[in-house]
């Protein structure tokens, strides 16, 4: 004869997990808004399509996106080069990245100096050279942990309410 045993520790242990892991899945969400404003306040320059802008560059990696209601088909659709010779084109892109209505169209390296970037594409579409910044990925990971981290204090609290079966 084997009876429940109930786990009232578990059953705790996985609602604070569950409230771990929503708090991760907010904080993540956060600075994915975040990633997607600093594409427009961190603008080295912007423009409306197709152009040619100048800016001052530091030595570093620069990101092109095309802004507005049609962004992630405008943007397979938009060429640049700049004036060191490197040419890049949005449906030619290893790794997109859209975040709201802004989509990349590629990347360049850029030395520190007076630098130049024309690009052609969808007439009237707006534009912005920004600096790539590396948080996106840590915010997606960090969606992904809270998660993770909430489904397993999920299967906390059911292992602690079902309990397990020992002989009485």
Known sequence: MTR?????????????????????????????????DRIEDDAVARGNLPAQLDFTAEAREYRV????????????RTAC????????????????VTLGNASSVGTFDAAAGQMSIACDGPEG????????????????????????IGAFGLVLVIWGLVGRKVPV
């Not at 996106?65 to 397979?76: P, R």
């Not at 579409?125 to 993770?148: D, Q, Y």
């Open 4 to 36: 429940r045993k109930r786990g009232p520790i578990r059953v705790l242990f996985g609602l604070l997990l569950i409230v771990a892991g929503c708090v991760g899945v907010g904080v993540g969400i956060v600075a994915v808004i975040g990633e997607r």
């Open 65 to 76: 996106f095309v802004i507005g209601g049609n962004a992630e088909s405008d943007s397979t």
């Open 81 to 96: 080069r700049t004036s060191t010779g490197t040419e890049f084109d949005g449906s030619e892109q290893r790794v997109s």
């Open 125 to 148: 579409e707006r534009f912005v050279v920004t600096p790539k910044a590396g948080n996106l990925l840590r915010s997606i990971l960090i969606i992904v942990a809270g998660a993770l």
